[in-house]
């Protein structure tokens, strides 16, 4: 089994990919296939959340890159700013993870919170997409400045 244990670089070539679901790159221990088909085991600090594009490594120095799997989505869009910034605030009091995009938010598939943003006037698409929401202001900083990051 391959053993994943830290970040590389963000410019190395890849040899491998791993595709994960949102709460997959939430687990700082798994057990996964790589989309080879080979077996690997992610070891990462407490708290680490992957995102699409990371790119993992261990003592045997291959490199694989982290993938977003497509999942359930639903898709809020709107021009009016304020329906969207009162969406997020709904969503968000929930602790809904949220994806805000310019004119459009995205959370995983639920239809109560779908009924909800029906409620506000929003109308609501579904779709299978990869699913990148918001870090927060402290892992957005630990992310800008390298933290947990070997390169």
């Known amino acids: 089994m391959l053993k994943l244990t830290?970040?590389?670089a963000a410019g190395v070539a890849a040899a491998e990919t791993l595709t994960l679901t949102f709460d997959e790159?939430?687990?700082s221990r798994l057990r996964a296939?790589?989309?080879s088909g080979r077996e690997?085991?992610?070891w990462l600090p407490r708290g680490?959340?992957?995102r699409d594009g990371d790119r993992l490594t261990g003592d045997d120095g291959v490199v694989v890159r982290v993938k977003a799997a497509a999942e359930a989505i639903s898709l809020v869009c709107a021009d009016e700013c304020l329906l969207l910034c009162r969406a997020c605030y709904h969503l968000g009091n929930r602790h809904v993870p949220l994806q805000i995009a310019p004119g459009e938010l995205r959370y995983r598939h639920d239809h109560v919170l779908d009924d909800l943003l029906q409620l506000l006037g929003l109308e609501v698409m579904h779709e299978k997409a990869p699913?990148?929401?918001e870090g927060g202001a402290y892992a957005e900083s630990s992310r800008?400045?390298?933290h947990h990051r070997d390169g």
Request: with cysteine; aromatic share 14%; charged share 30%.
């Open 6 to 8: 830290r970040f590389a």
């Open 25 to 27: 790159r939430c687990k």
């Open 33 to 35: 296939a790589l989309d």
């Open 40 to 42: 690997a085991g992610v």
């Open 48 to 50: 680490t959340v992957l």
């Open 131 to 133: 699913f990148e929401p």
């Open 144 to 146: 800008r400045y390298g």
